[in-house]
């Protein structure tokens, strides 16, 4: 029987997911999607203070669930066909783990310390910390910053840790390294038991750790003393050696084999960023922005190494080699928050009901029924009204600006309301600011020399929502191509997958194997050019008021 089968998993912000593919045709055998219990409670996490934390237990309980749902699903003998499993992530999430690399709040006495869970992206506790890094390292004549567009954010490792062992003594005294989720499920999955042996991936490594070539690796520690000594024993623990995604960490370990019914023969890919493994999974080609929309977005484009020699794009996520494609240079860009803004208005539209009604979400609960289609609803009504100059507005900043520019001080808005401001209106206005603050990071990396050849739109959003895409496409004034597999982290870990268990060479050949020619292109209405370059004036003229 051919071992033809790989499995890419994608652990997302609010649940994971699965799928089982044919590794040389690319044809999806089956899928499975769990959620986070503890995270969809709220446990552990504080919004009012930017506290969003996970429990491990969801992502180990999470993937048990989804892969062996994936192989009942394949079928008779899928299980003895599998060759491969790889991994993406949410990230910047670190964890404080021991020198077995156990996750501290699998350790006693760390159960319930919201500190000892993983450090969610979207965290922002850390913004003081953050601004510490950046006057470091903007005290030094190198630039340690020229990598991550000039700036540190609050979203990333070294910020979010130093924020950890600052305020929790416990957990200082015990956390031997920091860890990203993208690199501790593969350590998980092939039975490691030492952290020095955790295999780092040059994504994040890059995009969110200050890694890079030209410096060795780590930026040399008079940053980190000058910052804060406490850093120091933490460089040091991170290892010498990063790698991509193409490669493997290892063989399954016995005791994942057995939960999942599998082979130790299997290999585990080394993990990476969950928007850059998205983009490898809608086709991302040179010069393309693939716009990964979820709760956030990540926006990734590849360019050829040699095209970026001496070059640096300020105010963005990073340019890291190898971070989408191995051979290329990888830039990151994004919003903060997307679709957290939708589900926000969503949940605000529906405090009376929630109120009211059973808080386990049994199958009577009338807000459980009604979430869903709320949504929906907004987007039908929402479509039908066309843009004008005193319709209201927003800014799109509700967790802060990622890009361009970071500024996690910066505040969302919503204005220009009437007394017949209604529910749709409210939400139209909210959607055409995330599309603004799409156009401002397109605008922010031409205007430094980059051309952008197309826009993809991939994910959840993308797929659902024709209203939200038709919008970017007439607020970017440009085409946006559509792909229309919702699973595409999922999809671009599975291509993954292929090249580190030699079912194909590199990922070129993946995508070409993957590639079912079915987009859908979304083309900009000429009809509301003038109104919308107006109203995206008025969008910045707004935002200039909060810098």
Not at 112 to 128: C, Q, V, Y
Not at 263 to 269: C, F, H, Q, T, W
Not at 452 to 463: D, E, M, N
Not at 493 to 513: D, L, P, R, W, Y
């Amino acid at each position: 029987m051919e071992k033809d089968f790989v499995i890419g998993l994608d652990f997302g912000t609010d649940s994971v997911r699965a799928i089982v593919v044919n590794g040389r045709s690319g044809d999806i055998i089956s899928s499975s999607v769990a959620n986070y219990h503890r995270w969809n409670r709220g446990l552990f996490c504080k919004p009012s203070v930017n506290q969003f934390r996970q429990h491990p237990l969801d992502h180990i309980e999470g993937m048990k669930s989804v892969v062996n749902d994936c192989l009942d699903k394949a079928g008779n003998h899928a299980r003895e066909r599998v060759r491969c499993i790889s991994v993406a992530s949410t990230g910047s999430t670190p964890i404080g783990v021991n020198k077995h690399g156990i996750p501290l709040s699998l350790t006693a006495g760390f159960e319930e310390n919201p500190n000892a869970m993983f450090i969610l992206w979207k965290d922002h506790s850390s913004i003081e910390e953050a601004d510490e890094i950046n006057r470091a390292a903007k005290s030094f004549e190198t630039d340690y910053l020229k990598y991550v567009g000039g700036s540190y954010s609050p979203e990333w490792y070294w910020a979010k840790l130093l924020h950890v062992l600052r305020t929790d003594s416990a957990v200082r005294g015990n956390c031997y390294t920091w860890v990203e989720h993208s690199d501790w499920i593969p350590f998980l999955l092939t039975g490691g038991e030492d952290a020095r042996d955790i295999k780092r991936n040059v994504c994040a490594a890059g995009h969110k750790g200050l890694w890079a070539d030209e410096f060795g690796g780590m930026p040399p520690e008079k940053l980190f003393k000058k910052t804060d000594p406490v850093l120091i024993p933490f460089r040091e623990r991170f290892g010498k050696v990063v790698f991509t995604a193409d490669q493997p960490a290892g063989n399954l370990g016995k005791e994942w084999a057995q939960k999942f019914g599998l082979s130790d023969d299997v290999l585990v890919g080394i993990g990476a960023l969950d928007a850059h493994i998205g983009a490898v999974g809608g086709n991302i080609k040179p010069y393309y922005l693939s716009k990964v929309i979820g709760t956030s977005t990540c926006d990734l484009m590849v360019v050829p190494k040699a095209e970026m020699e001496g070059v640096f794009i300020r105010g963005i996520s990073g340019q890291v080699e190898g971070s989408v494609i191995p051979g290329m240079v990888g830039l990151e860009a994004g919003q903060s928050a997307f679709g957290d803004i939708y589900s926000w208005f969503r949940d605000l539209l529906l405090w009376p009901v929630s109120q009211l009604t059973d808080k386990n979400h049994t199958e009577n609960d009338f807000e459980y029924k009604l979430k869903p289609s709320i949504l929906r609803n907004l987007d039908g009504k929402a479509s039908a009204i066309d843009p004008s100059t005193v319709s209201e507005f927003a800014i799109d900043w509700f967790n802060g600006r990622r890009t361009p520019f970071v500024n996690p001080n910066v505040k969302g808005m919503i204005g220009g309301l009437t007394l017949g401001s209604d529910a749709p209106e409210i939400y139209r206005a909210l959607v055409e600011s995330t599309c603004f603050g799409s156009r401002a990071i397109v605008e922010s990396i031409e205007e430094q020399g980059i051309g952008i050849k197309a826009i993809q739109a991939l994910g959840g959003i993308a797929v659902r929502s024709k209203f939200v895409v038709q919008m970017m496409a007439d607020i970017l004034d440009r085409p946006v191509i559509v792909s229309p597999e919702e699973q595409t982290v999922a999809l671009g870990a599975a291509m993954f997958a292929t090249v580190v268990c030699g079912i194909h060479k590199n990922i070129a050949e993946a995508q070409q194997a993957f590639d079912k020619n079915k987009d859908v292109v979304f083309n900009p209405d000429q009809r509301f050019k003038k109104i919308y370059d107006d109203r995206y004036k008025q969008y910045r003229y707004y935002g200039k008021m909060q810098e």
